[in-house]
């Protein structure tokens, strides 16, 4: 989960890698449809389940 996270944050977000690097696992609280992670007195949010983002239609 914490590596999602942590490309979720980089990949949506703009977080650069060194800023994702200090997320851990207590500023995650997993809710219903993603994440919320809470890093720099912000607060982020990261849907849980991507496998639809990269399926291939045909």
Known sequence: ML??????????HDMSNQQALRVKSEMVEEVQDGYNISYNNKKYWLPKNTHCLFQKND
């Not at 590596?3 to 949506?12: A, C, D, R």
């Open 3 to 12: 590596t999602w996270v942590k490309t979720g944050l980089q990949f949506f």
